[in-house]
């Protein structure tokens, strides 16, 4: 919060989306754009993947979501 009034103070023409905005539009439009741009174009090259998924929740903190896909190529 703190950081927000700082920036805030610094550039007060500036507009912090707010959490909704954040979690709908713009996490899975980054999600879908990086997908595109990294995930599709390695994926060509490889003949197998291998994931991996973990999920941690804790009482009052945040959860954490961890996914790790090993690609296998020739290379």
Known sequence: MWLKCL???LCP???FPSRRQFSQEILPRLV???SQQYL???LVDCFSAIT???LWMSKG?????ALV???LSND
């Open 13 to 15: 023409k500036l507009n």
């Open 7 to 9: 920036i805030l103070h």
């Open 32 to 34: 879908e754009k990086t």
């Open 69 to 71: 896909i090993n690609f």
């Open 61 to 65: 903190a945040y959860d954490v979501f």
């Open 52 to 54: 991996s998924f973990d």
């Open 40 to 42: 599709l174009p390695a």
